[in-house]
């Protein structure tokens, strides 16, 4: 279905033509949804843009455009106002045909894209044998965000997880662990994670201090890299013990990523190194192979390198980043690749497009993009850390917002006088406080920092999981003490007279233009407000307007405007990666 932003646009730009003639077929018509209500639902600021090109006043342009638009249909009254602002009010039958076509329809009216073009999602992307941190939270949270919203319009998403599994750090792991703790290379699960994590420490240490021992480790990163079989294997060994661990957040987070981590890319890097050379971008400096960027410069105002091969031969990040981004763009056949990293990585991936660029590594149809976002702060607005200052575990988070949202639960149940099954508490509490974190990070613009907080995203007042999950949690209600189904309201005639029902449908019907943008802008809490002011907006409803006690035809029209409510919130939370509780 045709967003009501796109119906009007569309509307424009033909009383455009009617009006002045095909030379304005291409102007922009210039529609934004009202800011105010007051000026109506919908405005085109197009007529004070054309006062030069049409020598006329800008309120004779648009005397003449809504004299040309053919909108009797759709709006009750077309105003102007000002200066030449064209503002529609839409009439309420209009709306509820909208509403009556998006009722039968799973997708609520939003289309498909055609054709189903390829969208590469680089998340999440921790790193073996190091812990995933609050970073990796968060790229894992709005990553899988970003990957669900696209995937319901309906493109080919391929979830990658660029895991951290190649390099030196192997080497210098494998040699230490071949003294101190033999075992760890060829039994599985010898080790878990946090002793990995301590190994990596030390075997850091020893490799910063002793030389020999450099020199050992280097030697595992070469018969690595050469498919020696006992290194490989051990290598192996390290990333099944990570990978098991990763998966166990991955689990309760309820995300789907396929694993193609920087080893993958190792037998093409040596390409990347000739596509350079052959392009005349190569520059040795101090002995490393590199590209010198435009518009990078340090601090003496000298342009900076991008290194792909280090002294001794070794690859880095950003050539594997280069070899990947090759192999999406050719073998995965990717029409927009899209990397959610923290905003420190926006440099090393600027500088990797550049040199892609460059290099003709990809060509203009295709769109990379970053997706930067900040830090995780604790309350007292530092980065986050525990009470002791260590790093925090991300298992630990997520238990503890689990166990606070169940202590909240029995609290509230036990004010209430209401029994309820241990399994339910259960289920409650987990659903409640995991969505409260996901709902957190989600509904911050994501660039910039934000406070974590379990009093706040816990909180069922404000812009938090638990108010909509509650708004929805109410609709069910209606349904139930009604004894209604309702996938039987089907065809109903809808009316819509107060202005809590319209205010409602209105916003009902703008899912498809948030979806729209988030898809376009790659924002989710974008997504977070609407369904904010969607929950906002049925409340105000439902405590207006009586919808059991309501006498025919409102009270079907409001059963149906109740289940319209549910099923977008159901949909827009599920684009978030939340589920919905029936009751709570
Ligand atoms: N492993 C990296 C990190 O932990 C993130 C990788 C992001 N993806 C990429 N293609 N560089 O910071």
Redesign the pocket.
Known sequence: MQSLLEVFKQKVQEALVTGFGAELANTDPLVTPSTNPKFGDYQSNVALSLPKKLKQAPRKIAETIVANLNVADICETVEIAGPGFINFILKPGYLANLLSEIQGDVRLGIERVQPASKVVV??S???IA?EMHV??LR?TIIGDCIARILEFRGYDVLR?N???DWGTQFGMLIAYLREAYPEALTTANALDIGDLVSFYKKAKARFDQDAEFKETARQEVVKLQAGAEDTRHAWQLLCDQSRREFQVIYEILDIKITERG?SFYNPFLPEIINILETQNLLEEDAGAKCVFLEGFTNKDGDPLPLIVQKTDGGFN?AT??LA?LKYRIEQDNAKRII????AG?AN??AAVFQVAEKAGIFPDKIEVVHVPFGLVLGEDGKKLKTRSGETVKLKDLLDEAVTEATRDLKDRLEQDNREESIEFINKVGQVIGISAVKYADLSQNRTTDYKFSYDKMLALKGNTAPYLLYAYVRTQGISRKGNIDFSHLQGAKIVLEEAAELILVKHLLKLGEVIQEVERDLLPNRLCQYLFELSQKFNQFFENCPVLQAEEPQRTSRLILADLSARTLKLGLSLLGIEVLERM
Do not use: I, M, R, W
Not at 339 to 342: R, S
């Open positions: 680089d998340f992307s921790p790193n190091k970073g990796h790229s990658l660029h895991v951290g920087e990040y594997t980043d990947a990397y959610v990293t923290d990585q090393h991936f």
